[in-house]
């Protein structure tokens, strides 16, 4: 069986690196085994998690789990579609034992197709310094690619409100030379900027969607490969409970508007086991 599950895991690792080489697709972030296999229902072709949207299920903010908890939770979701599965791995936890490295080869161990570093330090409240960011990056990068994992690099800057398109740009081009596969800039909305990133970075790009930003056809047609959503899915999850909640501690009733799943699709989508690779 374990031999199986890792027969599986390289099948979806291969397909995972060759969606990164030529055309455009859009990974959502789901948050649980169940919103993984809606996903896979509808027909996307990878998904990654989310830290936010995982810390929310367990009634935490963004950054506050634990590398056993992310690990447990990308096992979870890795075993729950057959589509590859990219990991929101936040700093990659450099202080834990065996640092970086040892969270990307955890990762590995737990079925995930790729994963993501960051540069944002939540403690110290900073962007991290270039060299201490693209030797982090490096560090991954060795371990994602002895994995087959594709290793995605973020720069942070435009979350934590440094608007310099410039230093995000050199972040960028310095996480590709160091090993990243793709790269990602949360925030870009603007197609011009975007168009920059892609052209002078040169290497495979994840945009994120936002409500504001450019459609998926836009971003397409100037050379992003990849698409995520962060949170949202999670978000409109939790959003849609908080009406409905709300909604019952009003009028005392159901909201006879609120979206509900329908049975056909629960019993076709949570049919277990997944569908093999």
């Known amino acids: 069986m374990g031999d199986h599950r890792g027969m599986d895991h390289d099948r979806a690792r291969a397909r995972?690196?060759?969606l990164h080489e030529s055309g455009t697709f859009t990974m959502p972030n789901a948050y649980d085994e169940g919103s993984a296999r809606l996903v896979a229902d509808l027909g996307f072709e990878a998904v990654a998690t989310t830290s936010s949207g995982h810390a929310a299920t367990l009634g935490r903010r963004d950054m506050t789990v634990t590398r056993d908890e992310l690990v447990?939770?990308?096992?979870?979701?890795?075993?729950?579609?057959?589509l590859p599965l990219s990991v929101d791995a936040e700093r990659c936890f450099p202080d834990d034992p065996g640092g970086v490295a040892g969270t990307v080869e955890r990762l590995a161990d737990a079925g995930a197709a790729g994963c993501s570093i960051e540069d944002w330090d939540p403690a110290a409240r900073r962007i991290e310094t270039h060299d201490v960011a693209t030797a982090r990056v490096a560090e991954a990068a060795r371990a994602a690619a002895s994995a087959g994992m594709v290793l995605t690099?973020?720069?942070?800057?435009?979350?934590?409100?440094v608007a310099d398109l410039d230093d995000t740009i050199a972040r960028l081009r310095a996480y590709r030379?160091?090993?990243a596969g793709?790269?990602?800039a949360p925030g870009l909305v603007d197609t011009s900027a975007i168009g920059r990133v892609v052209e002078e970075v040169a290497t495979a790009v994840n945009v994120l969607l936002l409500r504001s930003g450019p459609s998926r056809d836009v971003l397409a047609s100037l050379g992003v490969r990849r698409l995520s959503v962060g949170g949202w899915l999670a978000w409109?999850?939790?959003g849609e409970v908080a009406r409905a909640a709300a909604h019952l501690r009003d009028q005392g009733t159901l909201d006879e508007e609120a979206p509900v799943l329908g049975r056909e699709v629960v019993e076709r989508a949570f049919a277990a086991p997944p569908p093999a690779t």
């Open 16 to 18: 995972f690196r060759l």
């Open 72 to 82: 447990a939770h990308a096992a979870l979701l890795a075993g729950a579609t057959a």
């Open 153 to 161: 690099a973020r720069a942070e800057n435009l979350l934590r409100g």
């Open 177 to 179: 030379d160091a090993g």
């Open 182 to 184: 793709c790269v990602y």
């Open 236 to 238: 409109v999850a939790y």
